[in-house]
């Protein structure tokens, strides 16, 4: 089946340290997106790629890093200058180039002890 | 610019009672809108999404919304609520392309048996 793979699911981290979170996709999709969940705030906007080897900011971008070296995958890194790093972590594709309708993977859930 | 606004943050319906969920949008150029739902711990899923074609869009599982250009509104509504509709849904508007899609806050919808 075609999707998107986020992984690991769960993630604890120590303060200090950078985390990658990964993101799959196999529908052949050229944009994709990762957003950061926090409760009632809704989702914003970290990192997003349209092509291969490039990758805008969103609105949130201070603390993250990401990579879009194969279409099929877009890494995020969390970096240890990301203040306040817990959250719930969604990736996301372009479905449809005209309407900006956004395919989700599961999510990852990032816990710092 | 645009922005999402959804009125209330959590709703609570009783079985079988009409549910209805509000969404206000603003934007600068003809929107492309859209509802997502989102169950515990996973990622969102698309329930419908209004593309101009018709002012009232049929999504899964009983969902509709209705398009009101004067009144800047798309709020989603089903006839009769069930115990699995229970969950987060998400109002989300684009310019289109692979432009920024911005989601409201969420609202969470309780059922209640």
């Known amino acids: 089946d075609g999707g998107i793979t986020q992984s690991p699911k769960y993630l604890f981290r120590k303060e200090g340290q950078n985390v990658t979170l990964s993101c799959e996709q196999n529908?052949?999709?050229?944009?994709m997106y990762w957003y950061r969940q926090d409760p009632g705030q809704g989702l914003r906007l970290i990192y997003y790629?349209?092509?291969?080897?490039?990758?805008q900011k969103g609105d949130i971008a201070e603390g993250y890093s990401v990579s879009r070296e194969k279409k099929e995958s877009f890494p995020l890194t969390v970096t240890s200058a990301q203040k306040n790093p817990t959250a719930f972590y969604l990736c996301?594709?372009?479905?449809?180039?005209?309407?900006?309708?956004?395919?989700f993977g599961e999510g990852s859930r990032l816990t710092v002890l | 610019a645009q922005s999402v606004t959804q009125l209330g943050s959590h709703v609570s319906v009783s079985e079988g009672a009409l549910v209805l969920l509000r969404c206000n949008y603003s934007?600068?150029?003809?929107?492309?809108l859209f509802w997502y739902v989102q169950y515990p711990n996973q990622g969102l899923q698309l329930l419908l999404k209004y593309t101009s074609a018709a002012t009232l869009v049929k999504g899964i599982n009983g969902f509709e919304a209705e398009f009101k250009k004067s009144e800047t509104s798309f709020h989603l509504t089903k006839p009769s609520a069930h115990m699995s509709d229970a969950a987060e849904y998400f109002c989300a508007v684009s310019p289109g392309g692979y432009q920024k899609v911005t989601f409201g806050i969420g609202t969470k919808l309780q059922v209640i048996p």
């Open positions: 996301a594709s372009s479905v449809d180039r005209g309407t900006g309708e956004l395919f």
């Open positions: 529908l052949n999709h050229d944009a």
């Open positions: 934007s600068s150029v003809p929107p492309y």
């Open positions: 790629s349209q092509i291969v080897n490039d990758f």
